[in-house]
């Protein structure tokens, strides 16, 4: 079958897992979305006040903010990331400091999101020194023309002094907090944004094998989603060519937080999309490997404060076990947060500053 994006099926490779498919599998967007906006293109009104949106397509946490950030735009008139001609009345961007800078150029107010954990410190000035200038960390702030936000749960210390001007939201929760009654498998939700090369290739070879094939084995079928990296996975993973029930896909060309609705175990990499996933509806969540210095930041921080299982040996019965004591749903451990801490509306909010912005520009 092809990628998302083609919207057509074609025979799969003998030596590749099937890929999702956008004719029959419900977490695929119905229309192919804008560039750089994900899904973000089927919410708000077909009428109001253009505003484009944009998004790093190859960041999961980037194209999970915009989405959700997206479904409560209200009588706002969502457009893709090239569709500045007329200009809109103001844009959400998130993470790409270049296009925020090219649309205020044009003159176009924008409120801009970092929708990642930043690294903060040496590990910052680490990964600087091996990413490409347009990706560097050092670089991610927003320019001060911009409304700055900054994804972060109430809950999750500072990593750092926020950049001037820059707010915190909250935590960014998808708008459907259910889950499915009859939900089944497996979801891994990976992220290799920012990761080095040797340092994704190592997991993708020594351990994401081992870890789909038990997933398959214990629960089914298994639903891996990445931001990039997919040439390296579906290599990785040749050796599974012909087990039932394994789907890759790209984050950008799908719905994670409707595959994660369906799905009976779910298994991410520790960024703050899925850790925000997990705690709206309430759901276990066990992490995979920290990859990268940004992962590995945040996953420390979180050793601190919440105690979630870890993904790392595929032979744990307890890791597939996808309900609580008696049979009841299993919850994780986010009833252990303080609940006035617990503040799921950071969506919402970015949602209502860019409506203001819309409507009322500064």
């Known amino acids: 079958m092809a990628l998302l994006s083609s919207g057509r099926q074609a025979p799969a490779a003998p030596d590749r897992p099937a890929p999702l498919d956008p004719d029959t599998d ?32 190859d960041q999961l946490d980037s194209t999970l903010a915009l989405r959700r950030v997206a479904a409560h735009l209200g009588d706002l008139r969502p457009v ?66 911009a409304l700055g936000r900054v994804h972060r749960p109430g809950w999750l ?8 001007g820059v707010r915190p939201t909250g ?27 040797a340092e994704a290739e190592a997991f993708a070879e020594a351990s994401l094998p081992a870890l789909v094939a038990a997933a398959l084995h214990r629960t089914g079928s298994c639903t ?69 210095p940004a992962q590995r930041a945040l996953a420390g921080q979180l050793a601190g404060v919440l105690p979630l299982p870890s993904a790392e040996d595929p032979a744990d019965p307890g890791l597939w076990a996808q309900s609580g004591a008696g049979g009841a749903p299993a919850a994780g ?10 503040d799921l509306r950071g969506a919402q909010r970015v949602a209502r500053t860019l409506r203001q912005l819309a409507l009322a520009p500064l």
């Open 26 to 57: 419900p977490a695929t967007p119905t229309r192919r979305a804008p560039a750089g906006s994900g899904s973000a293109a089927a919410h708000g009104s077909p009428h109001g006040p253009r505003v484009l949106l944009s998004a790093r397509p």
């Open 224 to 292: 891996v989603v990445a931001d990039t990296g997919l040439d390296l996975l579906r290599s990785a993973l040749g050796g599974l060519t012909g087990r039932p029930g394994l789907r890759l896909g790209l984050a950008a060309e799908t719905d994670p937080d409707a595959l994660q609705a369906e799905a009976g175990v779910f298994l991410a990499s520790p960024v703050l999309g899925a850790l925000a996933l997990a705690q709206a509806r309430r759901a276990p969540l066990a992490l995979l490997p920290a990859l990268g």
């Open 80 to 145: 893709g990331a090239e569709d500045v001609d007329p200009p809109p009345v103001a844009a959400l961007v998130c993470d790409d400091v270049a296009r925020t800078e090219h649309l205020l150029g044009l003159g176009v107010p924008v409120v801009h999101l970092i929708s990642g954990h930043p690294v903060g410190g040496p590990a910052t000035e680490r990964l600087a020194a091996s990413t490409p200038a347009a990706d560097n960390p050092e670089t991610d702030a927003p320019p001060e023309r």
């Open 333 to 342: 451990p986010w009833h252990l947060l303080d609940p006035a801490l617990d």
């Open 157 to 164: 210390p500072a990593a750092g002094p926020a950049a001037r």
């Open 171 to 197: 935590v960014l929760a998808p708008q459907r907090t259910g889950r499915s009654r009859s939900r089944s498998g497996t979801l891994l939700l990976l992220s290799l944004w920012r990761v080095p090369a």
